[in-house]
């Protein structure tokens, strides 16, 4: 499908981690999650396998919603494809993302400051590869809640608004209600989500991070979860909020959905285009 956005939501148990694929060529990940439900295998890593099974050679950007661990597992591969520029919440000090997290998860820690280090200086505009005149023609829209406590670092996880070919998804972190209000309060947020026709679920589809407010805005046709065992809790409530789409299996035919998610569905894939007479399409497959 060339000339579309690709956008493959990884089966990484519980975590998160996603690949998308511009219209101009760009590699872009967003978040590092790791392992795979549906094989029962823990080391499966997104990255390697951009690298070894898709000839990926280098990514163009990274965007890391939040620094807790079951965002970062892919992290020790990240300089396989040493990519040119990574977004991340850059308001959290080191003492508050190291108190964010357990002591268990250090190493990993030191690996993403570490990292961040690396990329301190600001990429400009039309370098970047989030600009739309260099990626084809997808529009990339990120927001940072800061004002709520730092001692719960899912509620200053980025939201990322991706748009092309007249559709739109959402892809947060594991943002809670808390930072829903806050970026609800935010009239070029609420304009940027309009519209929107597919919501990655926050926080893996669990209670805590469902929020009623965030539904008044926005009627998705489709909600997806990335979630592992016992992890989603709200399915049933993105479910009665979202509107359904006929999503493809690779199994062949099709079924009307209003909620899929990495652990019952396996690898997710979405693209957006324009087909032959210009007509926009929005296409979700499963396994």
């Known amino acids: 499908m060339d000339g579309n956005l690709k956008i493959v939501i990884w089966d990484v148990q519980h975590g998160h981690g996603s690949y998308l694929s511009t219209p101009g060529g760009q590699d872009i990940v967003i978040d590092l999650g790791t392992g795979s439900y549906g094989d029962s295998n ?16 280098r990514l163009d950007g990274v965007i890391i919603s939040h620094p807790h661990r079951d965002h970062l597992d892919d992290i020790f591969n990240f300089g396989e494809l040493n990519p040119r520029v990574l977004v991340r919440p850059k308001h959290l000090s080191e003492e508050d993302v190291r108190k964010g997290n357990r002591e268990a998860d250090k190493e990993i820690i030191d690996k993403y400051l570490e990292m961040g280090g690396d990329y301190s200086a600001d990429v400009q505009a039309s370098e970047s590869p989030f600009n739309a005149d260099n990626n084809g023609g997808v529009t990339f829209n990120w927001w940072m809640p800061q004002s709520c406590a730092k001692t719960n670092l899912n509620n200053h996880s980025i939201v990322t608004v991706i748009s092309y070919a007249d559709s739109k998804i959402i892809i947060p972190g594991d943002n809670e209600p808390p930072s829903w209000n806050e ?41 997806i979860i990335s979630d592992g065992p016992c992890d989603t809790t709200a399915s049933d409530q993105y479910s009665k909020q979202s509107r359904g789409w006929n999503v493809n299996k690779r199994s062949g035919g099709k079924e009307e959905r209003k909620c899929v998610t990495t652990r019952k569905d396996g690898v997710i894939t979405v693209d957006f285009g324009k087909n032959d007479e210009g007509t926009s399409f929005m296409d979700v497959r499963i396994d």
Not at 42 to 57: D, I, M, Y
Not at 194 to 217: C, M, N, V
């Open 42 to 57: 823990l080391e499966f890593s997104p990255l390697l396998h951009l690298k070894n099974k898709w000839k990926v050679e």
């Open 183 to 223: 970026l609800l309060e935010l009239p070029s947020f609420v304009s940027a989500i309009k519209g929107t026709d597919i919501l990655l679920a926050p926080h893996h589809g669990r209670q805590s991070g469902f929020s009623g407010a965030l539904f008044e805005k926005i009627s998705p046709y489709l909600t």
